[in-house]
């Protein structure tokens, strides 16, 4: 929802002019050999092999060379080969390398980088970085060779729909990162030769924005956008593209733009401490998390009036963000959720008429939380204020609406995990519910028991040799202590294992299970429930064991 007032500035470095070379080292027409890609960023796939590829150079441009496998069925037009180097030279080399460094030279004293289009292998366009090493540290690493040349590899396919362009901008942002940031580290991991994917693909996907999109155009529709079909996507365990490109245009626009774009892809620290480098190198306040929490309130809010576009994108536009739940009538019951490690869940509160209302919230005492509540007043989406819900040490907190259905009758609260030990694939649940009145915070004897009492996911699921299972349990009432039990069952319900069985007070707990039976026998793969039993209330959730 984006609401427009105020206008930024924008500058795409095209002064960058790059001096015409001296004669090409290759003329038209020479065949020269090359190596398929290596694959040793990702798992090769034994279905492709590398191979020697026999490719002729069909077009000399001033800043590369397009090759074509002479092993292709289909080769693309020559017309389209020579619009995609004039592209290139004109654009591409020139804009990009300002922001983010100069085009590599590793071994080859040319200056030109290599368009090599070859046989499909399953994708449209390929950065190798193999083939930015010595052939013989390849070789001795990993059993593959290397070109020693600056290589991107395009399909033929790259080509259908005009989106050459586009993959070569993908493939080129790469190349660059790669020259800025490929030292190994840390120390005692000297085989690690490339960034975190999520900051890896991150500058790929704004490369295309910065060279493609003009970004002093406001209001560009993404109808695309990751967090309005599914906001819980981790950011640092790389899966979306699109969720890499927004959230590296968001901190350009908020952080520093260029600045902040060489800050970051100069450091040489991985992930989420190179961003934390590249804030305080520029001299930002925030920590990560807290820049994090500003991008997540951005993405459903996208309002430039509101603190002068401080919760806004200025190049682009959405569709609404995508609710996990939207509650009307209150109390709302004990609701549940879980989240991936730095991604996010919507929760929309409306106000039948004037009432205060109480939210509180429980995550998983084992994980990390943020909690912020975003304060509307509908129809027309104008922004009252956003509040902050600090949280204890077990993840706990509350808010008091005493102004809801007065000053604003909406609020959408805005649950984060910020948890950067959460594996990929694994999530950390939580709990919140709603009531009319000003209520109590957590710890205060008229809080709802059944809030106090949680079952959270297990960690990591699927496991292998261990997983632990957090509980939280609520007060027994008159007593100090009442009876537990956590117990173990098979897909058929027959138990297998009890974790605990026993009189235990109020509290938040974890117990890890090797996944043996009673009899210390290892369980056979499959899926499993795990079942929690107290003060007369019942959880249970699936857990997958794999051999």
Not at 16 to 30: L, P, R, V, W
Not at 68 to 81: E, G, R
Not at 316 to 338: A, M
Request: charged residues 15%; aromatic residues 14%; negative net charge.
């Amino acid at each position: 929802m984006k609401r427009l007032s105020k206008k930024l500035a924008f500058t795409i470095l095209s002064g960058f002019i790059i001096s015409t070379n001296s004669a090409a080292q290759i003329q038209t027409g020479d065949t020269l050999h090359f190596w398929s890609v290596a694959y040793v960023d990702w798992q090769p796939n034994p279905q492709v092999p590398q191979r020697l590829i026999a490719a002729v150079c069909s077009r000399i441009g001033d800043s590369c060379y397009v090759f074509l496998d002479t092993a292709l069925i289909q080769a693309p037009a020559p017309q389209q080969l020579a619009a995609l180097a004039d592209t290139f030279d004109l654009n591409f080399a020139r804009n990009l390398p300002p922001v983010y460094g100069p085009i590599p030279d590793e071994f080859d004293n040319d200056r030109r980088i290599f368009i090599l289009i070859i046989k499909p292998e399953g994708w449209s366009g390929y950065f190798d970085p193999a083939q930015q090493m010595a052939d013989s540290q390849v070789f001795s690493l990993w059993g593959k060779h290397s070109s020693e040349r600056e290589i991107v590899y395009l399909s033929p396919d790259a080509f259908w729909y005009n989106n050459a362009p586009f993959i070569l901008a993908h493939e080129f942002g790469h190349l660059l990162h790669w020259g800025q940031d490929h030292s190994p580290e840390p120390p005692a991991n000297p085989v690690r030769f490339w960034e975190d994917a999520w900051i890896d693909e991150g500058f790929a996907m704004f490369a295309t924005v910065y060279l493609l999109e003009d970004l002093a155009i406001p209001d560009v529709m993404d109808y695309q956008a990751f967090f309005a079909v599914n906001p819980d996507i981790s950011l640092i365990h790389f899966s979306d593209y699109n969720l890499a490109k927004l959230w590296l245009t968001f901190m350009y626009e908020q952080y520093g733009m260029p600045d902040f774009i060489e800050a970051l892809i100069q450091d040489q620290a991985n992930g989420i401490p190179g961003v934390r480098n590249a804030l305080a190198s520029l001299g930002y306040a925030e920590t990560f998390e807290e820049a994090f929490e500003h991008w997540i309130l951005a993405n459903f809010l996208d309002d430039e009036q509101y603190q002068n576009g401080r919760y806004a994108y200025y190049h682009y536009n959405f569709p609404p963000c995508r609710l996990l739940r939207t509650h009307t009538t209150y109390p709302t019951g004990l609701q549940t959720g879980s989240l991936s490690s730095f991604a996010a869940e919507y929760i929309a509160f409306h106000a039948a008429a004037p009432s205060p209302v109480t939210i509180t919230f429980a995550g998983d005492s084992s994980s990390i939380f943020r909690l912020s509540a975003i304060l509307l007043n509908a129809p027309a989406s104008e922004v009252h204020g956003i509040a902050v819900i600090p949280l204890d040490s077990l993840n706990r907190g509350v808010f008091h609406a005493d102004s809801f259905g007065v000053s604003y009758n909406q609020i959408v609260l805005a649950a984060m995990n910020v948890d950067s030990a959460l594996g990929e694939g694994a999530s950390a649940g939580y709990a919140y519910s709603a009531d009319i009145g000003s209520g109590a915070a957590f710890g205060d004897r008229q809080d709802p028991a059944p809030l106090s009492f949680f079952l959270f996911q297990n960690y990591p699921n699927p496991f292998n040799s261990l997983t632990t299972i957090s509980y939280r349990l609520p007060p027994a009432g008159q007593t100090v202590t009442a009876e537990a039990e956590l117990t173990v069952y098979d897909i058929l319900g027959q138990r297998v294992k009890t974790l605990l069985s026993g009189s235990m007070p109020a509290g938040s707990y974890r117990v890890q299970w090797d996944g043996r039976d009673e009899n210390g026998n290892p369980l056979a793969s499959g899926v499993y429930v795990y079942c929690l039993r107290a003060r007369g209330l019942v959880q249970s959730k699936k857990m997958l064991l794999l051999r």
